[in-house]
């Protein structure tokens, strides 16, 4: 099966989703990775007294580091304006996203779920651009992406590290993706890429947050039960 993770950040794909990711690729699916931004404008970006262009190429070449890490069947990271995806218009959005889907073909998309996890404005509009892009897609009967699914928290919203994190209820989680050392480990290793953000990395606890059980919605499917894998009955 062919999986599509779609995030506006360098480092989204690491802050959690990353153990399932690995999970995932062990299983022998293909996971692709498609990031909107640079994430060039980071305050990070002050500390190393660069300009945002030259922070995005830092970040760029920190997410080939996460790639190999990860062992990635591809990434794509383009260069739409980090902080700003509010200000475009989401058609011109959704259209860019769709001309990668049409590249990849997957079985299944996923992104954030609505509240984004952390709240960020980047965050919700990725998620509502890939939720119309998938629904028109169904739409117009196309025979891919078969599936989409929110890479979401569990629990209390967390307001012990840097972010105020929020989580999807027990109804909500469609699938568990249940992780192994070796994904655990990749997990913190493709964390320890992203040199400049060492700080942020830090003060948010991610590593102690995220244990080996990540938690998805699933969109617009009656399930009787929780899938006993993302890409069960496709």
Same mark, same amino acid.
């Given at each position: 099966?062919k999986?599509l993770?779609i995030?506006?950040?360098p480092?989204? &794909?690491s ?6 990711i ?12 498609l990031?909107?931004?640079k994430?060039e ?11 945002k262009?030259?922070?995005g ?7 080939l ?6 062992g990635?069947t591809?990434?794509?990271?383009l260069?739409?304006?980090d ?10 959005? &959704?259209?860019?996203i ?5 590249i990849i073909k997957p079985d299944?998309?996923i ?6 996890i ?6 919700l509009?990725?998620h509502?651009v ?6 028109q ?6 025979k ?11 629990g209390?919203?967390?307001?012990k ?5 929020e989580?999807?209820t027990?109804?909500?989680i ?7 050392d070796?994904?655990m480990?990749?997990?913190r290793?493709?964390l ?22 990540v ?5 617009? &499917?009656?399930?009787?039960s929780r899938l006993v894998?993302v890409?069960e009955?496709?």
């Open positions: 099966m999986i993770y995030f506006p950040h480092d989204d &794909e802050f959690g989703p990353a153990p399932a690995s999970a995932q690729l062990r299983q022998g699916n293909e996971v692709y990775l990031t909107l931004t994430g404008a980071t305050k990070e970006r002050f500390k190393l007294n660069v300009s262009s030259e922070m190429e830092i970040r760029y070449r920190e997410m580091c996460v790639e190999k890490v990860l990635l591809g990434m794509t990271v260069d739409l304006p902080n700003e995806l509010k200000k475009m218009d989401p058609i011109d959005i &959704e259209e860019i769709m001309e990668h889907i049409e299944i998309l992104t954030y779920a609505v509240h984004g952390s709240g960020f404005h980047d965050h509009v990725t509502a890939v939720k119309r892009v998938y629904c897609m169904k739409k117009n009967k196309q891919y992406p078969r599936r989409l699914a929110f890479f979401t928290r569990k209390e919203v967390n307001m590290g840097k972010f105020r994190l989580a999807s027990e109804d909500e469609g699938f568990i993706e249940t992780c192994n070796e994904d480990e990749r997990f290793r493709a320890d890429c992203y040199e400049t953000y060492r700080e942020v990395i830090e003060a948010s606890n991610v590593k102690e947050i995220v244990t080996n059980e938690p998805f919605e699933i969109f617009g &499917e009656d399930l009787k894998s890409t009955d496709l």
